[in-house]
């Protein structure tokens, strides 16, 4: 008996791990998630091993367990964590901000691993690299099995943007970063590339965490922001992250919920802008009224993911004027990884919390 090893090519450093890490590995919808015992890596130069503290499920996660969204498997899931630097490859690695990333750094960590190299990297779109991998989504295999947040190690690959938090938020706080607050940042961002935000007025559909995220951001950069929701309890924890009634029509439409496109269009004021982000899953094309977009001076941009600056940008925020709004709140159950499988019903449920945090046994 003996056990096929598949080593990348390349220089490597080996890290045993004692105990195992452990994985959680998603084999197919209906099917209960394997735990694998990892009992080592090889890390490539540029690689980091993180030990997660505190993953969270995304609504993304949700979608592929129910087979809403297709991926390949096996597959570990989950692409928001809080971790802690644990071992680097030979050339060491650096965060974000340039600096090396050392031993013991707390950090969180892109969704995106990209080349840095091609066309696409070099005009500052980094998540839409030309051999783009995305932790949580790429098949478990000639990358490790330690791919995704569902496990209590992460190999973080050459080409992820890392940035460095602090000790002072807790994980609650700084697990949805590298999904939800990074997203809604760039969403934010986006809005700003076209018009001052302070003194602009915001519609945002959708309190989910991206939209309750994106919330508080425009709030702080000057915006009166309104967000809409069908579900009260929702709408409620929307006034805690700042929002509150638009008294003119919004001169910005973010829509985060991905069921009111048609909605954002036609609410926007002429001249304004509207940002989608949320229709990221497949569903129903939307009508698009082109004369009205014309003679309504309208501008409609798609927001996927976000840059490395933009997620350093979203902790930034965490950390400083974003201490004013309840982001721990958005974690509203912690489990132990082990217990995934009741975790994503959990998540599913339609008085489900905004997030379930996964913390990996010790
Ligand atoms: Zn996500
Ligand atoms: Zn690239």
């Given at each position: 008996m003996g056990t096929l090893l598949i080593r990348p090519p390349g220089h490597r450093r080996d890290i045993a791990l004692r105990p195992a890490a452990t994985a959680m590995v998603w084999v197919g919808e209906g099917h209960p998630h394997e735990t694998i015992a990892v009992p080592g890596v090889a890390l490539a130069d540029g690689d980091v091993l993180v030990?997660?503290?505190?993953?969270?499920?995304?609504?993304?996660?949700?979608?592929?367990?129910?087979?809403?969204?297709?991926?390949?498997?096996?597959?570990?899931?989950?692409?928001?964590?809080?971790?802690?630097?644990?071992?680097?490859?030979?050339?060491?690695?650096?965060?974000?901000?340039?600096?090396?990333?050392r031993i013991g750094d707390r950090v969180v960590w892109s969704v995106t691993i990209s080349c840095r190299s091609c066309d696409r990297c070099l005009q500052g779109l980094s998540q839409k690299c030309r051999t783009l991998g995305k932790y949580g989504h790429d098949r478990v295999g000639v990358h490790g099995d330690l791919t995704g947040a569902f496990a209590s190690h992460v190999q973080l690959r050459d080409g992820t943007a890392i940035v460095r938090v602090p000790e002072a938020l807790s994980a609650a706080v700084l697990a949805p970063a590298s999904c939800a607050t990074a997203t809604a940042w760039a969403a934010v961002a986006r809005a700003g590339r076209d018009r001052d935000l302070d003194g602009s007025a915001m519609r945002i559909h959708g309190a989910g965490l991206v939209g309750l995220s994106a919330a508080a951001i425009a709030v702080e950069h000057g915006a009166t922001v309104e967000v809409l929701d069908p579900n009260p309890g929702r709408r409620a924890l929307a006034a805690r992250f700042g929002a509150g009634p638009l008294d003119r029509e919004p001169d910005v439409v973010i829509e985060a919920s991905g069921h009111a496109v048609a909605e954002a269009l036609e609410g926007v004021a002429v001249g304004g802008t509207v940002v989608l982000v949320g229709s990221v899953f497949p569903s129903d094309p939307v009508p698009l009224d082109a004369e009205s977009i014309v003679r309504r001076l309208v501008t409609v941009a798609g927001i996927h993911n976000y840059t490395g600056q933009e997620l350093a940008d979203a902790v930034a925020f965490l950390a400083g004027r974003g201490r004013a709004y309840p982001f721990a709140d958005a974690v509203g159950a912690v489990r132990p990884l082990l217990d995934i499988d009741a975790a994503l019903v959990e998540a599913a449920g339609r008085e489900a919390p905004l997030r379930v945090g996964l913390v990996p046994g010790r």
């Open positions: 030990a997660v503290e505190m993953s969270t499920i995304c609504g993304s996660d949700v979608h592929t367990v129910q087979g809403r969204r297709s991926a390949p498997t096996p597959l570990v899931l989950g692409h928001e964590s809080v971790g802690r630097v644990i071992a680097t490859g030979d050339a060491g690695a650096t965060a974000v901000d340039g600096a090396p990333l």
